[in-house]
C-alpha cells in the first residue's frame, strides 16, 4: 500500500521561497517514479517536475531554473525546492507516485500516468 503526504506548503511575497516534503511509504524506488503537479482554482493538474527510477528528471517549462526536485531515498522523502517564487505559481501541490514511467515522451509529467497521489500542499504567492 503506497502511501504519500505532503507538507511545507503556505504563503510567501513574490520572489521569495518554499520547500515541499512529501514522506513516501510502500513504494519501491527500482520500478516507481515521483513526481510533484500542482492545481490551481478553474485549472487542469500538470505536471510541475517528476524524477525516474534511473534518477533521469523533468522539469515543466514554468518550473525550469527556479524549482529543483530531489529524492532521499534513505529517509523516503520526495523534496521540490521552490525560489523566484511568482503569483503564477499558486496552486495546491500534489506529491504523485506510479509504477514503470519513463522520462522519454514526457510521460513523467502526464497526469493519468500516475496511481497514487497525496492530500496536496497550499502555495500561495502574493505579489
Known amino acids: 500500500q503506497v502511501q504519500l503526504a505532503e507538507s511545507g506548503g503556505g504563503s510567501v511575497q513574490s520572489g521569495g521561497s518554499l520547500r515541499l516534503s512529501c514522506v513516501a511509504s510502500?513504494?519501491?524506488?527500482?520500478?516507481?517514479?515521483m513526481a510533484w503537479f500542482r492545481q490551481a482554482p478553474g485549472k487542469e493538474r500538470e505536471g510541475v517536475a517528476g524524477?525516474?527510477?534511473?534518477?533521469?528528471?523533468m522539469y515543466a517549462d514554468s518550473a525550469k531554473g527556479r524549482f529543483t526536485i530531489s529524492l532521499d531515498k534513505a529517509k523516503n522523502t520526495l523534496s521540490l525546492q521552490m525560489n523566484s517564487l511568482k503569483p503564477d505559481d499558486t496552486a495546491m501541490y500534489y506529491c504523485?507516485?506510479?509504477?514503470?514511467?519513463?522520462?522519454?515522451?514526457?510521460?513523467?509529467?502526464?497526469?493519468?500516468?500516475?496511481?497514487?497521489w497525496g492530500q496536496g500542499a497550499q502555495v500561495a504567492v502574493s505579489s
Open positions: 504523485a507516485a506510479g509504477p514503470w514511467i519513463s522520462a522519454g515522451g514526457g510521460f513523467l509529467l502526464r497526469f493519468g500516468e500516475y496511481r497514487y
Open positions: 510502500g513504494v519501491t524506488y527500482t520500478s516507481y517514479s
Open positions: 524524477i525516474d527510477r534511473y534518477g533521469n528528471i
